[in-house]
Nanobody, 129 residues
């Protein structure tokens, strides 16, 4: 079973940056057969998709509200997916989750039609004003 472990969350001032990591723990195979994604659950709000990346071809997709400030990337050799977050705002506060879908396609329909097969436990990001 694919186990995802997030790290890199913490407290940061508005305008600052954080880089989150999501490692596939104890997973002997590459991530070629998966699409990996980041989600956020802000206080009092539903979980929302941020970005996805295909382990097969590296294609990416961003939800409009995150494009430009957040960047997803993958190091398949390390079996790790990253989320670089810049120009952070207090509204970015929340729990950030990594997830994987066993269909390795990432496109504009990803967050509207796909159901994730695996989830991490999340990492907390607090952005102070």
């Amino acid at each position: 079973q694919l186990q995802l472990v997030e790290s890199g969350g913490g407290l940061v001032q508005a305008g600052g940056s954080l880089k989150l990591s999501c490692a596939a723990a104890r997973w002997p195979w590459d991530l070629d057969y998966y699409a990996l994604a980041w989600f956020r659950e802000a206080p009092g709000k539903e979980r929302e998709g941020i970005s996805c990346i295909s382990g097969k071809d590296g294609s990416t997709h961003y939800t409009d509200s995150f494009e430009g400030r957040f960047t997803i990337s993958m190091d398949n050799a390390k079996k790790t997916v990253y989320l670089q977050m810049n120009s952070l705002k207090p509204a970015d506060t929340g729990v950030y989750y990594c997830a994987a879908d066993s269909i390795p396609r990432c496109d504009s329909d990803f967050f509207s039609v796909r159901v994730m097969d695996y989830w991490g436990d999340g990492t907390v990001v607090n952005v102070s004003s």
